[in-house]
């Protein structure tokens, strides 16, 4: 699987070309020979389909005319080919990764990671030869065998070839394995290529700024810098900083991400008006809201013998978000070259042809013929394999006598032939020192993550955003579970989401939401500005907020929990007011505060629940409130048989409308988890304490899957200080882990803090599935309840 799968679907980068290879006898040195490119390949049917470009359109889309004449310089260059570089030898490491996580809580979990490491010999006449040297898989939920007969089906599927004539030097990584090549023209129906010719339509461009370096031997090389602005915010044009070799025009670094989002939902409507008609009405809300983005991505090359520009760096994040599911991609590629013109020529790479659809069919023919071709080929596979099982055949060996197997192919719409030659011996390309220690290393030293991090962040600053298009983009909306959630104050109730992009990364959005039980309408008006990495947003609200400081009562999760068992966990006040935020929203979530609010008491309206009455409320004390808060996740590790901390840092401080009832609160949650030979224990140490007069929304309450299990959440067991130990003991981890638990915690007044008594407790034994996003616990209360109690919930830190 592609590690940018879940974008790439939906993106389909589709592009079309066809090469013509020229003769390396009569390329002369530094020649730049024109690849052929524009006739679509062999199977793809589909046109280009772009907006004409106009008079207007030439004249708005270059700030300058430096721009415009470096950017036509670039668009020859991404269609021509040194004819110099006849061949080059190059190890190159690929790493992709992962993740999942419930979007806005929690943390992400390390899902799926795989890494291989290639040696790479290139000649133009030829192809590509590769070795895999090393390769590995892990996947954190799956059992170990699993793992491994996963990574050796990736280890031939994935593996990059970091330069030949006809590859798209910035969206490579996109289709690093499909049949298609170099974007001659822009397709609006996919990615929108700046340097494609009709991006003057889409694009304006303005010049940055400059570097000059001196070669050894005198040369000097002037770089200068692009910026690329879209000329509307939509999910397929981008918004960077290219940077050109003046002389030659060829790209020699990138970072860019895509304008806005990409909403599912409306890129299929506007695709195909019927496409939705099929789905059961039911199904929507519960896949809602579905949603993509790249957040950065960024292309770096260097130069060899003074004179050749190579990939070195290809990086890229992004997400996928389905309902209140949440995947995190990220995918790096890294090259080092050990010669350059110094093959002087590979044996010939003998591929068998594969069969393409016939021209006569429609682009949906096309992809109906595709599917079957699969789905014949995917039967074949398990007619085989069972009768390998049953004893009915003999399984052909995949190995040769050297125990390696080989594999050929072409790549890039039939036009590159590749041999790739794989160890059988699995241990030997898991443990091989061209890999790093560990796959779960973080990679830093490997991909020069600090000198690519600069790079992004000067080229995708806050400032970096198309222009303003008040009335152009149509509004999305936003619905589903994600927005679904009952308790004892609402009932059911569900919220409809409107937002309207303005362009320059502002957007305006309106919430709407009524529960069922006390009928009280709650909404939240709000102006955003964001560059996908961090976000600035103001809001006007009435709202109701949970007072606890653990989970998320008011999730889909929690809300289940509530409805089936009559375990509402959350205490609930309301709030009206206004508030300014600033989040981080890509690495360790930060999140600063300024709020000016109304509280007061949610009334528990809602008597139904399939389980037992629900506890009381709390009774809020009524006031102005305006003050600050700070909210910082940190996690340490992603190997859940390994060493790993997760650290919450919560901060929040407000003076209230009355004399003398300001407040201060602060806590820290650590959990620490360490293998103890076959076993995996998690420890967690949490405290917190306040100043000041304490509202009762405002303190802590213990008690619950996230605190005390055993012990049900109450008002009675309140205070403005507490303390809180956990620890965890359980299996090498795989998809599903048993566990055995003992929890104990202390609230009460802070003043009493070393007065502690007989603490809140609780013992038990649980299973949590994929590292603790799902959790299932039977819990036996010590003190001060003696009762039994099983709870379902999601995001466990263990």
Request: aromatic share 8%; with cysteine; charged share 25%.
């Amino acid at each position: 699987m592609h590690p940018l799968l879940a974008i790439a679907l939906v993106a389909q980068v589709q592009v079309d070309v066809t090469t013509r290879r020229d003769s390396a006898d009569t390329a002369k040195k530094d020649k730049q020979v024109t690849v052929s490119v524009g006739a679509p390949a062999s199977g793809s049917r589909r046109q280009p389909r772009r907006i004409p470009v106009t008079e207007e359109h030439l004249r708005t889309a270059f700030k300058s005319a430096e721009a415009r004449s470096l950017l036509l310089r670039a668009r020859a260059m991404r269609l021509a080919q040194d004819s110099a570089i006849k061949s080059y030898e190059a190890t190159t490491y690929l790493r992709m990764s992962a993740g999942m996580g419930f979007s806005k809580i929690g943390r992400d979990r390390l899902m799926f990671r795989h890494e291989s490491a290639t040696l790479v010999r290139w000649h133009h006449e030829s192809g590509a030869w590769i070795e895999v040297k090393g390769a590995r898989t892990v996947i954190p939920v799956a059992p170990e065998e699993a793992q491994r007969e996963a990574g050796a089906d990736m280890d031939t599927d994935v593996t990059p070839v970091p330069y030949f004539p006809g590859q798209e030097p910035l969206l490579d990584m996109f289709n690093d394995s499909n049949d298609e090549g170099l974007q001659r023209q822009v397709d609006d129906r996919s990615i929108v290529h700046p340097l494609a010719e009709g991006s003057e339509a889409y694009y304006t461009y303005a010049v940055g700024d400059s570097v000059l370096f001196r070669l050894p031997d005198g040369t000097q090389v002037a770089l200068r810098e692009i910026l690329v602005r879209p000329r509307v915010p939509k999910w397929n044009v981008t918004v960077g900083s290219l940077w050109f070799d003046v002389r030659t025009g060829q790209l020699v670094r990138a970072a860019y991400r895509f304008a806005v989002p990409m909403d599912i939902w409306a890129v299929v409507a506007e695709e195909d008006s019927t496409a939705q008609d099929d789905i059961p009405i039911w199904v929507k809300p519960l896949i809602s809201p579905m949603r993509a983005q790249m957040t950065a991505m960024a292309v770096e090359y260097g130069l060899y013998q003074g004179r050749f520009w190579l990939p070195r760096l290809r990086s890229a994040e992004g997400s996928a978000q389905v309902s209140f599911m949440r995947v995190p991609i990220n995918f790096d590629q890294r090259f080092s070259y050990t010669s350059v013109n110094a093959l002087d020529s590979l044996p010939t790479i003998k591929v068998a042809v594969r069969p393409r659809p016939p021209d006569s069919l429609s682009d949906a023919g096309v992809e109906k013929w595709r599917d079957s071709v699969r789905e014949v080929r995917r039967a074949e596979r398990r007619a085989s394999a069972d009768s390998i099982k049953n004893g009915l055949k003999v399984e052909k060996p995949r190995c040769d006598s050297t125990n390696t197997r080989m594999v050929t192919e072409y790549r890039r719409g039939a036009n590159l032939p590749v041999a790739i030659r794989v160890s059988c011996d699995i241990e030997k390309l898991v443990n091989a020192p061209e890999l790093p220690k560990s796959i779960y290393d973080e990679g830093e030293l490997v991909f020069g993550a600090a000198e690519r991090d600069a790079l992004i962040k000067e080229a995708l600053s806050m400032g970096a955003q198309p222009p303003f298009a008040i009335g152009i983009v149509p509004p999305s909306y936003k619905f589903g579970l994600e927005y679904t959630r009952f308790n004892r104050v609402e009932g059911l109730s569900s919220a409809l989401v409107v937002e309207q992009n303005l362009g320059a990364g502002y957007t305006v959005s309106a919430l709407g939401r009524l529960g069922h039980a006390d009928l009280e309408p709650n909404f939240e008006l709000g102006l955003a500005r964001s560059n996908l990495i961090k976000t600035y947003r103001g809001r006007v609200y009435n709202r109701l907020v949970s007072a606890g400081d653990w989970g998320n009562p008011l999730s889909f999760g929690s809300s289940l929990s509530a409805l089936l068992f009559g375990r509402d966990e959350g205490f609930y006040y309301r709030a009206s007011g206004v508030e300014l935020e600033r989040v981080r929203e890509v690495g360790h979530p930060l999140s600063l505060r300024l709020f000016a609010e109304r509280q007061r008491t949610a009334a528990a309206d809602n008597e139904f629940s399939l389980g037992p009455r629900f506890i009381p409320n709390l009774t809020a004390r009524t006031a102005q409130y305006a003050g600050a808060s700070m909210r910082f996740r940190h996690t340490r590790g992603l190997n859940p048989n390994a060493f790993r901390m997760f650290t919450d840092l919560r901060m929040e401080t407000a003076v209230s409308d009355s004399a003398n009832e300001g407040y201060g609160r602060g806590a820290l949650d650590l959990t620490f988890t360490q293998r103890l030979g076959p076993a995996v224990a998690a420890l967690t140490v949490a405290g917190g304490s306040t100043t000041g007069s304490v509202p009762a929304q405002r303190r802590w309450f213990l008690g619950g899957t996230h605190t005390v299990r055993g012990q049900r959440p109450d008002t009675a067991y309140s205070g403005n200080a507490f303390w809180l130990g956990r620890l965890e003991i359980g299996r090498a981890f795989q998809a599903a882990r048993p566990v055995v638990f003992g929890d104990v915690g202390w609230v009460g007044n802070r003043d009493s803090i070393s007065v502690v008594g007989r603490p809140m407790s609780g013992v038990g034994v649980g299973l949590s599935i994929m590292d603790g996003l799902i959790r299932f616990d039977l819990a036996r209360g010590i003190h001060p309840q003696r009762r039994m109690r099983f709870d379902m919930y999601l995001e466990g830190r263990f």
